[in-house]
């Protein structure tokens, strides 16, 4: 059971470029989000799932885009990266129901634009 | 909009005294209080949680207390040692469900 994975761990790109970012959880959670992560702003909300092939915008959603095609996979997709994507992505995962509001995350993304 | 304030953004302790990291948050609709841990180049981990109902919670060194009236909750680390040296960041639940995060603490406590 290996939880939340992403990939890449870690990635250089240059401005204009595009890329994705893969997690993937084998919890059978129907929650899956992304958030970025940046020095004194604490974990920013960027795109959320409710379920698969939902998707939902969250506090910070522009320059990104996401897809929920299978339940267990939320890609983040960058269309031209630029300098101020920068940053560590996290994606978390949570199940469904009351009570059940933990969220698990992933071992993150180191993003440097260039 | 919904917002969740954290103080202090840095704390220093000696290894055995007590630290408290305290959180505000404005959706007077939150009802999950969330607290994780962030050790350095790793992902965050829940340490503890509180829901609306309940005013403290316990779990060995760590403790978290409530107050909805003032809408402020607190993390309570007792003895605390080296390995307690992170990043913690509270949350709350927004009126969507989704979590709001605090700014995070840097906790640095010195042998």
């Known amino acids: 059971n290996a939880g939340v994975t992403q990939t890449p761990k870690f990635r250089v790109l240059k401005t204009g470029q595009s890329m994705t970012l893969l997690c993937a959880q084998d919890m059978n959670h129907e929650y899956m989000y992304w958030y970025r992560q940046d020095p004194g702003m604490g974990l920013r909300l960027i795109h959320y799932?409710?379920?698969?092939?939902?998707?939902a915008k969250g506090e910070v959603p522009d320059g990104y885009n996401v897809s929920r095609l299978k339940k267990q996979n939320f890609l983040l997709g960058l269309e031209s990266a630029a300098p101020s994507q920068t940053s560590v992505y996290f994606c978390?995962?949570?199940?469904?129901?009351?009570?059940?509001?933990?969220?698990?995350f992933g071992p993150g993304t180191r993003l440097l634009v260039l | 909009g919904e917002n969740v304030e954290q103080h202090p953004s840095t704390l220093s302790v000696q290894e055995g005294d007590s630290a408290v990291i305290k959180c505000t948050y404005s959706?007077?609709?939150?009802?999950?209080f969330p607290w994780y841990k962030q050790e350095l180049g790793k992902r965050p981990q829940l340490i503890i949680d509180?829901?609306?109902?309940?005013g403290e919670k316990k779990d060995q060194r760590i403790a978290v207390t409530l107050n909805k009236t003032a809408k402020h909750f607190s993390l309570h680390i007792t003895e605390t040692q080296p390995e307690d040296s992170a990043v913690y960041f509270c949350?709350?639940?927004?009126?969507?469900?989704?979590?709001?995060f605090g700014q995070g603490t840097t906790l640095q406590v010195k042998p």
């Open positions: 799932s409710v379920g698969e092939g939902t998707t």
């Open positions: 509180i829901r609306s109902n309940v």
């Open positions: 959706d007077s609709a939150s009802n999950y």
């Open positions: 978390a995962s949570q199940e469904l129901g009351a009570g059940k509001e933990t969220q698990y």
């Open positions: 949350a709350a639940t927004s009126n969507t469900g989704k979590l709001i």
